[in-house]
């Protein structure tokens, strides 16, 4: 379908600011005092680690443009220059932190204290919570710190990456020394964030900065302590790591790892009342823009924290004990439907395709699979892919036991999964050492897809087996985010994943995909022939539709053609988690779409796309969000439902649950900004992931414990 209109500027959302405003949704969860207490802790800390992130990625991507000596900086499909976009992140983001500290000091701290959990500051300290202080800092703290003068003959040191520094000016009063010195001291990461100082069953903290702060003078003996305060430093941490050439990219990726810790400074957040001698030497120590005047407009690096600094810590609450009725209740997933018994799942898979829909299904049967795999003396070989995965794996178990077993097994280990390079650096050395066949990709692409397949020997017949996903392999995420997963031992779709795994090992090439779509070669050149498939329906008065759920839509390509359906009369509902640079109910451009957001217990994840209705409707899941990186830059794979029976489950039971969402959803509005739906009236409140949770517990209805008559989950 030709475009007959050229897009303008105005009719996308800049990519960036879309971004913070997904954040800004996560922190509207912790500003939300129906959720359950500590839950709200956790999104504070979620919210944190999430800007950490866009900081050490995005942000130091654009201000490489911006600062880099590039002579013409990149133009956004908003029309943002890089710098533009610089000032209006900084701009957004001090909002943003503003808002968070104000929910922590004015809302959640006294709400912890009514819960008895109280963290105190050095002033609040009783007589015995001095004495348990000071031994903690004696016998635990003192050994290890290093308090670090910083003159001509000390220069400042590098500061780590997110690490917490307290900075001093000191005066001397006795001894050797200048007479006026900075200082600064690390805390150390092996010692808790939050030190308990009080009964056994009390629920009582100090921040370790205080204590630290408070024992300053026994740090630096012979000097006086003019005035402290604590800064944090983020860093670029967007190393490239495609675009070296290396015969051992093992060693390349360990090498650009250590480098990471020492990149540039991206950003600094310091205490509101730091002195300006102590960041004065911070921002020039670490080429901080401070102040810079952009178009009329302050661009600043320097953020002011009204609290205490690095609100990801606030994690450690999340396991405090006696504290469950501060959760939402637990909850056990149910045994996937379709799967009867869990004594052969391949007897399962043969008789019918099964869906899987984590965290709702059980991510057993999964581990199942290819724990089976490793014990079936009738299973010959083991291929998978691995992006990432939890700390003590099973399924990294399962293929070492695999490989000692005698099977064929072979890993696609991709190591440049952004921030989990180091885990699976340590996870492909054992599974060599055992034995596994592992492969590391390609050097210009990831390898995001995720698949397994089982070849195993029946008689005289040789059958493949294969798991696809829109999920990494982790046990742990799949019981917090939503994916969905498909097993089947259809031959075609099994060519499709051979000729998929002889690529990703050995290059090969020049297979007629069948069943599966594959990034890069085909897939963004497929999803918009899918999308104009729509609109040549609509233009010849035929029913037609496009449901997408996705994390982000970002290529525009894919914009426009959702543009030209929609002026084609087509009816779009798109759920996408974050990131949205298209503008929905423009008038002649997007009137027909309807883009909405739902952040709740579960981050998520799937990727499920339907194409059409009825008879004629196209069903697929996918690893791949909508995005040119996606598209272009990574081993990605969409893959078709064609069962009757479970496109009737994604279109029917799954999908109508989240765009009734008027509870945890938000609807995207023309001008970027985001709204709750307004509940009609009578309508009963609908929460998709509270719904979604009491269909898999036989249709038992699960409230917030805060609700006071929460029923718990079997």
């Known amino acids: 379908m030709d475009s007959c209109r050229t897009f303008q500027p105005e009719h996308?959302?800049?990519?960036?600011?879309?971004?913070?405003?997904?954040?800004?949704?996560?922190?509207?969860?912790?500003?939300?005092?129906?959720?359950?207490?500590?839950?709200?802790?956790?999104?504070?800390?979620?919210?944190?680690?999430?800007?950490?992130?866009?900081?050490?990625?995005?942000?130091?991507?654009?201000?490489?443009?911006?600062?880099?000596?590039?002579?013409?900086?990149?133009?956004?499909?908003?029309?943002?220059?890089?710098?533009?976009q610089l000032v209006k992140i900084s701009q957004r983001t001090q909002q943003l932190v503003d808002e968070q500290?104000?929910?922590?000091?004015?809302?959640?701290?006294?709400?912890?204290?009514?819960?008895?959990?109280?963290?105190?500051?050095?002033?609040?300290?009783?007589?015995?919570?001095?004495?348990?202080v000071s031994e903690f800092f004696r016998q635990r703290a003192f050994p290890i710190l290093t308090p670090m003068a910083i003159d001509p003959s000390h220069p400042s040191p590098r500061f780590h990456n997110r690490g917490l520094y307290l900075v001093a000016l000191l005066h001397r009063t006795s001894g050797l020394g200048p007479a006026d010195l900075f200082?600064?001291?690390?805390?150390?990461?092996?010692?808790?964030?939050?030190?308990?100082?009080?009964?056994?069953?009390?629920?009582?903290?100090?921040?370790l900065e205080d204590i630290l702060a408070l024992k300053l003078p026994e740090l630096f003996g012979g000097y006086e302590i003019a005035h402290h305060a604590t800064f944090r430093i983020t860093r670029d941490m967007d190393v490239d790591l495609l675009e070296q050439e290396s015969d051992d990219m093992l060693q390349a990726i360990e090498t650009r790892l250590r480098a990471r810790q020492h990149s540039e400074a991206v950003r600094l957040e310091v205490q509101p009342d730091m002195g300006r001698d102590l960041l004065a030497m911070l921002v020039h120590e670490e080429h901080i823009h401070n102040k810079l005047s952009v178009d009329g407009e302050t661009y600043n690096e320097v953020y002011p924290i009204n609290g205490m600094l690095d609100m990801t810590s606030l994690r450690e609450f999340?396991?405090?004990?006696?504290?469950?009725?501060?959760?939402?209740?637990?909850?056990?997933?149910?045994?996937?439907l379709g799967l009867r018994t869990k004594d052969d799942i391949f007897s399962e898979i043969v008789d019918r395709d099964i869906l899987l829909h984590h965290p709702f299904d059980s991510f057993d049967p999964v581990v199942q699979f290819i724990e089976s795999a490793a014990a079936?003396?009738?299973?010959?070989?083991?291929?998978?892919?691995?992006?990432?995965?939890?700390?003590?794996?099973?399924?990294?178990?399962?293929?070492?036991?695999?490989?000692?077993?005698?099977?064929?097994?072979?890993a696609l280990v991709e190591l440049k999964a952004r921030f989990d390079e180091a885990n699976n650096i340590v996870w492909a050395r054992q599974m060599e050492r055992a034995g596994v066949h592992v492969v590391y990709g390609f050097m210009d692409l990831k390898t995001h897809c995720k698949l397994a397949m089982v070849v195993r020997q029946e008689g005289k017949k040789v059958r493949r087996y294969v798991h696809l996903g829109t999920g990494n392999y982790n046990p742990t995420t799949a019981k917090l985010y939503t994916d969905m997963g498909l097993f089947t031992a259809n031959k075609v779709m099994a060519d499709d994943a051979t000729a998929l795994f002889n690529f990703l090992t050995g290059y090969s090439q020049g297979h007629e995909w069948?069943?599966?779509?594959?990034?890069?070669?085909?897939?963004?050149?497929?999803?918009?022939?899918?999308?104009?498939?729509?609109?040549?329906?609509?233009?010849?008065?035929?029913?037609?539709r496009i449901v997408a759920k996705l994390n982000a839509l970002v290529d525009r390509e894919t914009i426009e053609s959702l543009y030209l359906a929609s002026q084609t009369g087509v009816p779009i509902d798109l759920v996408v988690r974050g990131v949205c640079c298209l503008r929905p109910g423009l008038e002649g451009i997007s009137e027909n779409i309807r883009v909405r957001s739902i952040v709740d217990r579960f981050l998520e994840h799937s990727r499920i796309f339907v194409f059409g209705e009825g008879s004629k409707r196209q069903v697929y899941l996918s690893s791949a969000d909508w995005m040119p990186r996606n598209f272009e830059r990574r081993v990605e794979v969409m893959f078709p439902i064609e069962a009757p029976e479970l496109q009737h489950r994604i279109c029917e039971e799954i999908l109508p649950v989240y765009l009734n969402d008027n509870s945890r959803a938000r609807m995207l509005m023309p001008d970027g900004t985001y709204q709750r739906p307004q509940a009609k009236q009578g309508k009963k409140d609908q929460r998709s992931q509270r719904d979604l949770l009491a269909a898999a517990n036989g249709g038992k209805n699960q409230k917030n414990r805060s609700d006071g008559d929460k029923e718990k989950s079997d």
Not at 103 to 116: G, S, V
């Open 101 to 132: 500290y104000r929910c922590f000091n004015d809302d959640i701290l006294p709400a912890l204290a009514k819960e008895e959990i109280h963290i105190l500051g050095e002033q609040n300290l009783s007589k015995k919570q001095r004495k348990i």
């Open 318 to 336: 999340a396991s405090l004990e006696g504290k469950d009725a501060l959760h939402e209740s637990p909850f056990r997933p149910r045994q996937p």
């Open 12 to 84: 996308f959302i800049n990519r960036e600011l879309s971004w913070l405003e997904f954040n800004a949704r996560v922190l509207e969860e912790a500003q939300d005092s129906s959720n359950p207490l500590l839950d709200r802790v956790n999104f504070l800390s979620i919210f944190s680690s999430n800007l950490d992130e866009f900081f050490m990625v995005r942000v130091a991507g654009l201000r490489e443009q911006a600062f880099g000596g590039v002579a013409a900086q990149d133009v956004a499909a908003d029309g943002f220059r890089s710098l533009t």
């Open 514 to 544: 069948k069943k599966l779509v594959v990034a890069p070669q085909d897939m963004q050149r497929r999803t918009i022939k899918l999308i104009n498939q729509q609109a040549e329906r609509a233009q010849q008065g035929k029913k037609s």
């Open 376 to 410: 079936d003396p009738h299973v010959l070989a083991i291929k998978q892919t691995l992006y990432r995965t939890s700390g003590d794996s099973p399924i990294i178990r399962a293929l070492i036991q695999a490989a000692e077993n005698g099977k064929h097994v072979t």
């Open 183 to 207: 200082a600064v001291v690390q805390l150390p990461q092996v010692l808790p964030r939050f030190v308990h100082i009080g009964e056994p069953g009390e629920h009582i903290f100090i921040p």
